[in-house]
């Protein structure tokens, strides 16, 4: 039995495993894959006081300073299913059944994929799904932004003042993004927002993205664009289906969660990606990692005598 059991291996996990083995906790991390989302980044050039480094580097970095602590990290290991009681009971794919005081939920999200020829093929080779990570990368150079929700036009806004030009293809007739963020995309000399556009290929040459194809719904005929970018922008997906009916969640899926990163069940922490945070990257899940941590100990103490 644990005190605290962190279910997800990405920096929030990690995070809040160092935290909680700090305070002499019996500690545990139950992972599908350790390192979750960084394992898949290639250059990472926002993690503060490091200037430069790779996703699997910063993964190796976390494994190791996790193990200098007494953590059981049982990797490869996937949650099925929680249940509240005296203790809270974790539940694995394995069938195996893990018991602990406080369960601090860190499974992070996935990225909506466009599933078109190319795109797995050319993911960190111009197909980008986080312009805040990679949008420097693209300077002076011409982009798309699949996707005119809030998420999309925000990207197009924001990489509109790093590349050379913008181009948004959206599904629908008409962007679902603000009134506010429409109006501030069409102001911009360098945004081309075309509707009705459905993408249908990543093109590239071997090495890196050149261009993709789109279909104009309208017409139904095929198109072209050249260009170096492709910012996938079309949703963020919490990794909380096996969670429905436990804690609460928004509408989109989200933990919600408070202050110290207490879920709506009492003991009950989350942290990083799969919460409702606002923005989504690896010093802030690092950040809320540490928050829900120092939580769920705050929480311990207060409920010892149980
Ligand atoms: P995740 O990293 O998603 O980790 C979730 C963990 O939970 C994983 O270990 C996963 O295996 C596990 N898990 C999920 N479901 C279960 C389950 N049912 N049972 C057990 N374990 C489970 N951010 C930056 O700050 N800078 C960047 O340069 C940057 N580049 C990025 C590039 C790419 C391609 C991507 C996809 C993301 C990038 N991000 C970047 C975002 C950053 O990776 C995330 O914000 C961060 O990893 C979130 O951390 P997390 O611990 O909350 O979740």
């Not at 160092?18 to 926002?46: C, H, M, P, S, W």
């Not at 990207?155 to 948004?168: M, N, P, Q, R, Y």
């Not at 933990?255 to 990257?281: L, M, R």
């Amino acid at each position: 039995s644990f005190d605290v059991l962190v279910v997800g291996g990405g920096p929030a996990g990690a995070s809040a495993a160092i935290y909680a083995a700090r305070k002499g906790l019996r500690t545990g991390v139950v992972a599908d894959k350790f390192g979750g989302q960084v394992a898949e980044t290639v250059g990472i050039e926002n993690f503060i006081s490091v200037s430069k480094t790779e996703g699997p580097k910063l993964v190796a970095n976390l494994e190791a300073h996790v193990k200098d602590y007494d953590v059981d990290i049982m990797d490869n290991q996937r949650a099925l299913s929680l249940k509240s009681g005296k203790q809270f009971e974790l539940e694995l794919e394995s069938g195996a059944k893990l018991t602990s005081k406080t369960i601090l939920l860190a499974t992070g999200a996935r990225w909506r994929e466009m599933n078109v020829p190319g795109e797995q093929e050319y993911r960190g080779s111009g197909v980008a799904y986080c312009p805040h990570c990679d949008g420097p990368l693209f300077k002076g150079k011409r982009v798309a932004v699949i996707g005119g929700g809030n998420s999309g036009i925000e990207a197009a806004i924001d990489l509109a003042g790093i590349v050379e030009h913008v181009t948004v293809l959206e599904f629908d007739a008409s962007l679902r993004a603000d009134e506010v963020l429409q109006r501030k995309a069409n102001s911009m000399g360098n945004i081309d927002i075309i509707t009705q556009a459905m993408t249908t290929e990543v093109l590239g040459d071997g090495k890196r993205v050149t261009g993709l194809t789109y279909t104009d719904r309208s017409t139904n005929e095929s198109h072209n664009v050249e260009l170096a970018g492709i910012f996938v922008q079309i949703g963020l997906v919490p990794n909380t289906e096996w969670l429905t009916d436990t804690v609460d969640l928004t509408p989109r899926g989200e933990i919600i969660v408070d202050g110290k990163g207490e879920t709506s069940i009492p003991g009950v922490f989350a942290a990083g990606d799969v919460t409702n945070s606002a923005y989504k990257q690896i010093i802030i899940a690092m950040g809320s990692g540490a928050t829900a941590s120092l939580g769920a100990f705050d929480y311990l103490i207060r409920h010892s005598d149980e």
